[in-house]
Structure formats: C-alpha cells, structure tokens
C-alpha cells in the first residue's frame, strides 16, 4: 500500500475529526471514518463498472459531500481523479462541450462521474461515446476493501489553469502528494487535535482539491468546506463561517481578500463575527498585491484578525500545490527594491531615499523537500537579489504533462523544472516572484512586469477590482508595447470612458515611466479569465485594438 493511502486510511479509523458541508443552509458533519465507509461503497460501485487499477476517471460534481468520498474510492481502486472544469452561468456551453471532451479524450478517461448540478452535462457526454457514472448509483453499492496501490501510482491528473482547447494535465503521483502535504502539514504547524480549516475554493483548481480537500483528508483534519458559488453569493459568508466554526486556517487568491476586504469595510459592523482565532490564512494562487494585504489587515481589525495571521505564499499545480509560504507568525513581508534598477539590471536592490520604488511580497523559504535556483538568460546560477527564471525541483514535482499529443516530461537531467517566473532570492532566503517570463514587457531596454501597470490601473476610480489587464504588444520587436484593458460598470458612459482612459494612463505612467499604446474601457465579465479566477493576457490581446 502507498504511504498516501494507507495512511489517509488509518486516520479516518482513528480521527474524531471530519467534513462540514451545505452551509449555510443544510450544514451536515461526517466524519472521515463516515467519509471512508462512504467511499467504501463508491469504490465497490466503481469496481462493478469495471474501474480498476491505472484507469483515468473525470469528475464533473459540485458538492464536497459527494466529491470527497468520490475521490477517496477512485485511490482505493487504485484509479486517478481529473476535476473537470465546471460551467458557470456566464460559459457558452457548447464550447465548453468541446474542450471537456477534449480534456476526456486527452487523459483517456474510462468514465466521468457525474452529479448535481451537472446532470445536463451527462447526455453530452454519452453522445460522444463516454461512460458516465452518476454519484448516487455509485453510492447505492456494496462496499469494498480498497486494492494495493504504490508510491508510483497517479492519483491526480490536474488540469492547469489554462486548460482550454489545447489542454494539458499535471501528473501527481501518490509520493508527489505525501511528500508535499508532508512539507505543508510542517510549515504551517498543524494541530489535528485544535486546528479547523475553513475553505470555500474549487475542487478543480490544485490548491482547492489538493490543499484543502486531499491534504485535510489525508491528515484526518476538521474541515469546513462550501463551493465558489456559496462564496461568491454572500462574500461574508466565508468570515461568519470562521466564526461560527473557531475556525483557525484559510486559504484564498489575493482577489478575494481585497473582496473580503471591502465587504467588511461596508456591510459589516464590529461585533457581526470574530475572526481571532484565525492564526494562519494564506494569499496565494495569483500574484499577491501587498496593498491589498494591508487593506484586509486594516479592515479586519475590528473584527479581531491579526495582521501576523495573513501569510503570502507560492505555488503551482506542477508542485502537487505549496511551494512556499511565509513562516507562521510572521504575516506580510514586503521587499521594497528600486523600480528602475529592478526594469533596467534586473537586480532587487533595496530603495533608497528618494528612489522610486516596487514594492513585493516576500513569498517565504521553500517548504521542505523542495529546491530553488534562479538561472539568468545565459543559463548561469544567479545569486541573491538577482532576478531570473525559478527552477524548482524535489519530491512535490511531478514529472511531466499529459498533453493531447502525448505526455510531456518537465525536468531536466538534473531533476529540475522550469517554472517560466520570473522572480528572485533574497539574502534570509525568500522566494519573490516578479512576473511570467512570457508577460513581461520589454521597452527601452527595460523590464515592465504587467502587474505593476494592472496596479496603477487599479487606482482609477470606476475599473473595477482585479479587473485591469497589460496585453504585451508586439513581443520582440523593436516597437514591443503594452495596452492596457479594465472593466467597468461605466463601460456606456461616453464621458466616464474619455475620464477613465486619461486616468487609467496617467496612473500607468507614473508607476512605470511608460505610456500605454491604448486603454480600453469593457463592460463587467468581458476580460477572459482561467477557471480558477486568473487574467488570460493573452486572450486579452483581442481587446487590444
């Protein structure tokens, strides 16, 4: 039996601690030996359809109650898990048809295991020849013992955040879970006798599925978990949640605490909940934006939230999740470095008097069992402060993608991988990460990084929050420039749109010295963003005339 297995096993037997789900309307508790025998019975209806050891299986469910024990069968038979990407009301349908049978067709899934509210999903699907299973029918069976499975075996095959037409899936293996849940469960100090997680991100985004599903899972840890639409219907939701729960460990994007932020600055008066016993809640899964920190530690303080308990943090789906975080207790760390130095020499030097300045967050030492580097444009190992692509490698990196034209290794021979950031160490041995090596702007010999003029942009009034985007024009030409594209609820305002678009660049040059080719003002939901909430700047480009 994998260490992943046999040990999520024995904790579901010896755990007193469980699964909350349904809030806030039908919250109901089970326990992970609840969870387990539930599994039992999907496994045993998994085996009936044939579902055995190496079979590649997609799920397309909504509720953690049914996704939880789904997932834990599928490990017993020795079979690996894919969240499909989920439709939202705003998805054209028949192109997300198309890309999920894309993704079906790609992992060779033997089946996908369908459930509310997808049934609609499952008609589709069996036109084009896939099996379906539906969560009740596999719930209905009897329950089995789970089969021998090895370190080796794949338990996830995580779609990355931009898996659309040309799909690609991360392979995580039963070792590459253990040794990062291993490296996380010590970083973050947990406390299975006292620690509850509450969480409300996707199951088919990696720190979603893996950090707050699996790894609780496999630890025997109390979570309380609802869905992105519980989230999103009521942002308040999440910190009444905490409360009533005492929960002590959360986790989201940066653009969710700067929601969260202004929700409670506007909706909400001290005394509506108590967020102090939350000791460790992590920004993360998008670049994190100390501003934005800094205004949830300020609006959070009369509610009790303590500024050390926000800790940034690092990761990717080709690392199982966590790459690094900061030190517990240790909150927000901003590296504040000369902005023209950091565009022209590519080196972080601290800002002096007078000097403009870029401000970062430290992202914390890597977890254990993990390396980094930063290798320069001529393949040379940088030393600290010096900004180059972060390789990483150790026993939380997968080896390789499934693609749609087979699969793809990602390592070197050295075992290390690329991540295509941009970032740097510093001198206490801090990751920071400055951009993606592939959207960073080049003009007059300098290095713009899109999140520095999506921040400006940020300010004007009327764009609306995490909703500016810097599409690069031009790449690698001598005439490489940028246009800057923002959301607003003023989009059909002919005067608000002249006023945005004069401020928006304004902002623009005064952060980076550069002046955007073009801004242009869309309405609400029009900037293409990944499943997980991500800008696409690249299918921005669309919008850049």
């Not at 910190?239 to 994007?253: E, H, S, V």
Request: contains cysteine; glycine residues 10%; charged residues 20%.
């Amino acid at each position: 039996m994998s260490r992943f297995t046999e040990t999520m096993y024995a904790n579901a037997q010896s755990s007193v601690n469980g699964l909350v789900t349904g809030e806030p309307h039908h919250p109901i508790r089970h326990t992970w030996r609840e969870v387990h025998e539930r599994a039992r019975r999907v496994a045993g209806g998994l085996a009936a359809a044939g579902i055995g050891h190496g079979d590649a299986i997609g799920v397309l469910a909504g509720a953690p109650v049914e996704i939880a024990p789904t997932a834990q069968a599928l490990w017993m038979r020795g079979a690996s898990i894919t969240m499909l990407h989920q439709p939202t009301p705003r998805t054209d349908l028949v192109s997300w048809a198309s890309d999920t049978i894309n993704v079906v067709d790609m992992i060779a899934a033997k089946a996908v295991i369908v459930s509310d509210p997808f049934m609609a999903a499952a008609p589709v699907l069996e036109e084009h020849g896939v099996m379906v299973l539906t969560v009740a029918e596999l719930l209905a069976a009897e329950g089995i013992q789970p089969i021998r499975t090895t370190g080796d075996d794949v338990a996830l095959l995580q779609l990355t955040s931009g898996s659309t037409g040309s799909p690609k899936a991360v392979r995580i293996t039963h070792d590459n879970l253990v040794a990062n849940a291993d490296a996380m469960f010590a970083g973050a100090e947990v406390n299975t006798d006292t620690d509850v997680i509450v969480s409300w991100l996707p199951l088919f985004h990696d720190m979603g599925m893996t950090g707050f599903l699996t790894v609780p899972m496999y630890f025997g840890a109390e979570l309380v978990k609802i869905t992105p639409m519980d989230f999103l219907t009521d942002i308040l939701l999440w910190p009444k949640l905490i409360d009533k729960y005492r929960g002590t460990m959360t986790a989201a994007p940066n653009f969710a605490y700067a929601l969260l932020a202004k929700r409670l600055r506007r909706q909400a008066r001290a005394g509506d909940f108590d967020l102090s016993t939350l000791r460790w809640a992590l920004s993360g899964a998008e670049h994190v934006e100390p501003a934005d920190v800094e205004e949830l530690i300020e609006a959070g303080k009369p509610f009790g939230l303590r500024p050390e308990a926000v800790l940034p943090a690092y990761g990717m789906a080709e690392t199982t999740v966590a790459v690094s975080f900061s030190e517990c207790g240790g909150g927000l760390v901003v590296d504040e470095i000369d902005s023209d130095l950091l565009g022209a020499l590519r080196i972080a030097v601290p800002a002096g008097k007078g000097s403009k300045t870029t401000r970062l967050a430290c992202l914390g030492p890597v977890l254990d069992g993990l390396e980094a580097r930063i290798i320069g444009d001529n393949g040379d190992l940088l030393g600290a402060r010096s900004v180059g692509v972060i390789e990483l490698r150790g026993g939380p990196v997968t080896d390789g993608y499934l693609t749609q034209g087979g699969f793809v290794e990602v390592k070197d021979e050295q075992g290390w991988y690329d991540t295509g950031d941009l970032g740097y160490i510093t001198e206490t041995g801090s990751l920071v990460v400055c951009g993606r090596v592939k959207d960073v702007i080049i003009m007059a010999g300098r290095n713009i990084y899109p999140t520095d003029i999506e921040r400006a942009a940020s300010r004007v009034q009327g764009v609306r929050p995490g909703c500016a985007v810097a599409v690069r024009l031009d790449a690698g030409d001598s005439r490489e420039s940028f246009v800057v594209v923002v959301e607003s609820n003023a989009f059909d305002d002919a005067a608000a749109v002249r006023r945005i678009k004069h401020d928006v660049a304004h902002e623009v040059v005064a952060e980076v010295d550069m002046r955007p080719r073009n801004v242009v003002v869309l309405g609400p939901g029009v900037i293409p963003k990944t499943p997980s909430g991500k800008l696409r700047r690249a299918s921005s480009a669309a919008f850049a005339s």
